[in-house]
């Protein structure tokens, strides 16, 4: 299983991103490889606010349809349109093409909440 050092991670399987005010959120290797063949992402639409916790986007695959939680509070600043063209980098590329959205965070303390590599492997592994 691939797990960047860089990351946080939640437990519901996404990962975060930060470059400043903003967080980078797609789903872990260990989650495409537990759903299967990605078909359809259902994105958020951006403008829209979410607190940290919320389903606020979707994930399709052959064998299910998973919600994706907002890792941390704030305003979509932007999605990943490529992946109406191509959900399969979902799975090919979880941590590169297949992002899903970016938050612009209004709460950055809430990253405090969220693992590590170290913790997340924990948590798949235990």
Not at 59 to 68: D, F, H, L, M, R
Request: glycine letters at 10%.
């Amino acid at each position: 299983m691939e797990l960047p050092e860089e990351l946080r991670y939640t437990s519901e399987h996404e990962w975060v991103a930060v470059d400043g005010s903003t967080a980078r959120v797609g789903i872990t290797d260990f989650a495409q490889d537990a759903l299967g063949d990605v078909v359809y992402v259902d994105l958020p639409d951006v403008g829209s606010e979410v607190a940290a916790g919320d389903a606020c986007a979707e994930v399709e695959s052959t064998k299910s349809v998973s919600e994706i939680y907002a890792p941390v509070s704030g305003r979509i600043a932007e999605v990943n349109a490529a992946l109406g063209e191509a959900p399969e980098a979902v799975n090919s590329e979880p941590y590169g093409a297949g992002w899903l959205f970016t938050i612009e965070m209004t709460a950055p303390a809430e990253l405090d909440g969220l693992l590590d590599a170290e913790g997340y492997r924990a948590q798949t592994e235990g």
